[in-house]
């Protein structure tokens, strides 16, 4: 073959993977001292060939291997066997992903930025051109894949088919040669549908698409190159869109009149649904089992199946990965946040939030209004109100912020790679501390003012500062869970027990004189320890003394 553009070939490509078996099922067949197969094979000597300029559909039923297909031809599975060249060079897992872009089934993408902005970050995580050089490539992508119209509106205002649009100009920022995508058009009606195959059809002349899709339609199908036919995880056809009409008809299979092309080769090659779609189905054709295995055997004997040889091979060269620095993966990364928090701070779901806040404090309010704490009763009262004060604050930051790790996993992963784990984390933790900060010092000042009869500007910026390094250390303490624990129910069950811990170490319900020696170290990792002893403190320090004098103490 005269050498065109890149040429990728898969060979033999073999996946096994182990069954899972639940225990007493294992120990079934332990005691029957049977052997049985622990392994399934998914992928079974898939082979093919691709060049620059191809789009290639893969398709087959449920189950037929399409998705590991494409994860393994991406790299992304470990245990295989089998072999990937590119221009004849072995291309491993590393260099295949870094060469290549994927694009999950799902979308994950930051709604509250607009279309324009997502790409002009994605540019500068994912390239070092300057800003003009961003604002034009960011266009160029725009009208590339007709999302010009939308560059100003929230991702979150976008129909399913400019989502998927989006999420395929943000893996087009770093030019790919190669690019995977796991069923870009499920969940979009057709118009929708044909809008981004138009565009992999645009994409692919540059490079060579990969593409799983579900019953595409033949007005989709016929945008395709070539299409790869998967049963049971091996080949039942792979070619032309042409020569797959060819083929099936040489082996009797002529599709329906009305019926599309695509929908009966896969119905052909499907487990659930037997020949009766065959136009001349043979006597030989007992079920679909056979009919599978006849197909499979035909294309592998087929010309059809034999990888050409490479002629004039160039050398395959790999540009090296750009990686943005640490400061601006972090300037980026609180950029997008600040963006964030700004635009959603006051949505429905941050009234709700807010509401609830301000509504707790109206309460604390109603309870502690005219406290004298010059008073046996007063004491009690300021007490309970410097508690009120401490639980609340750290409580309130350290369970608002466990779940902002798990909701952003998605966005997270999908953006694997563009950033590290490091800047993203402190960005976060550095995007938090002002929400925090807020809350703390409004907590404060309406506690304050209830508690303090005689203001001081001074005294009053010091509980300020108490409470807001108490709430970016419930903030730091949330983040910790948040980020070790996946499962919120998990994470909220951990930590009511460690609260409970440094709470019973913080001194407001039991004395620390009398703590076990083994329970004393534990004081010094309680925030509401610190926050407990710095507001007493600073609160008691004013009180010159309790004028009210007993008489007689009551009996015990």
Known sequence: MEDAGDMIIWNNLTVTVRQKRDFFTTIYKKFQRREYEETLTILKGVSGYAMTGNLVAI????????????????????????????????????????????????????????????????CALKTDINRVQRKFLSMKLLMELNLIDCKDVLISNLSGGQRKRVSLASEMISRPKILFLDE?????????????????????????????????????????????????????????????????????????VGFDESEYYVKLLSRRNPIMYATNPKPEDTGPSELIDKICRAFSRSPLSRIPEIKNTRYFEIEPQRKSGCMTQFFWLIWRIWVQNRRTIFDSDGWISWFSYFLSMAVVTTFYMGINPRTQEGVQNARGALY??????????????????????????????????????VATFCGLVPKAILKA??????????????????NFLFYCLITSTAAICGTAYGLMISIMIENIDIATS?????????????????????LPTYLTCFKYFSIFFYLNEALSIIYWSRIDDIGEHIASLPSI
């Open 59 to 122: 398709m087959g039923s449920s189950g037929a291997g399409k998705t590991t297909f494409l994860a393994t031809l991406a790299g992304r599975i470990k245990s295989t066997t089998g072999s990937v060249t590119i221009n004849g060079q072995i291309i491993s897992r590393t260099i295949m992903s870094v060469m290549s872009g994927y694009l999950p089934q799902f979308d994950a993408l930051p709604t509250s930025l607009t279309v324009e902005e997502h790409l002009l970050f994605s």
């Open 184 to 256: 870009p058009t499920t969940g979009l009606d057709r118009f929708s549908a044909m809008q981004v195959v138009n565009a992999l059809k645009i994409i692919s002349s540059e490079s060579t698409v990969f593409c799983t899709i579900h019953q595409p339609g033949m007005d989709i199908y016929n945008i395709f190159t070539h299409v790869l036919l998967l049963s049971d995880g091996k080949t039942g056809y792979f070619g032309s869109l042409k020569d797959a009409t060819k083929f099936f008809l040489s082996l009797d299979y002529e599709c329906p």
């Open 388 to 425: 009120m004060m401490s639980s609340e604050i750290s409580f309130t930051v350290a369970y608002s912020v466990i779940y902002e790790f798990p909701g952003q996993l998605l966005i997270y992963l999908r953006e694997d790679g563009i950033y590290s784990c490091g800047p993203y984390y």
């Open 441 to 458: 010092v409004l907590f404060t000042t309406v506690i304050y003012f209830i508690l303090i009869s005689q203001i001081d500007l001074l």
């Open 494 to 514: 951990i930590m009511v027990p460690i609260d409970m811990l440094f709470l019973l170490t913080a001194g407001m319900f039991y004395n620390l004189r009398s």
